[in-house]
């Protein structure tokens, strides 16, 4: 059986995302992403798109390779992706807390997930039907 996960003390399940704070800088990092990823499907993300993914209520929670908290979420409002027929999209969303008690968290980068971590999400939430 596997450990169960925590980040900063924190059980991954027990974890609260109320609301995101968008510095000036990761603004201008997600809403710049095709200009640095070109050829690929990739999409220049507004916070409210990434923000509305990280609060939805399914998503899920990992830990990345340099402990920040990563997010997979869909937001209703981000463009399809090229690859699917569902409205809306899979984001990966990266966050720091701010305050980890009380849900706030500042947002550090956000991205298209690839198809693999979209099924991933959909097979998780039950399908798209459920959206």
């Known amino acids: 059986m596997s450990e ?5 003390e924190h059980r991954l399940a027990d974890l609260e995302v109320i609301d995101i704070l968008w510095p000036d800088w990761a603004i201008e990092h997600i809403q710049t992403r095709t200009a640095r990823h070109p050829g690929r499907d ?9 923000t509305e993914a990280a609060l939805e209520e399914y998503r899920r929670f990992s830990i990345s390779a340099a402990k920040d908290l990563r997010v997979i979420g869909w937001s209703r409002n981000a463009p399809a992706a090229s ?10 969303v990266v966050i720091k ?5 009380e849900g706030l968290w500042r947002g550090v980068t ?3 997930a690839s198809e693999n971590a979209a099924a991933w999400y959909w097979r998780q939430r ?6």
Not at 42 to 50: F, H, I, Q, S, V
Not at 83 to 92: A, D, I, K
């Open 97 to 101: 807390p701010v305050d980890i008690d």
């Open 110 to 112: 956000a991205m298209p």
């Open 4 to 8: 169960e996960q925590h980040y900063r």
């Open 126 to 131: 039950g399908g798209f039907s459920a959206a």
């Open 42 to 50: 990739e999409l220049d993300l507004y916070p409210e798109w990434a």
């Open 83 to 92: 690859w699917s027929t569902m409205s809306g999209r899979v984001l990966r």
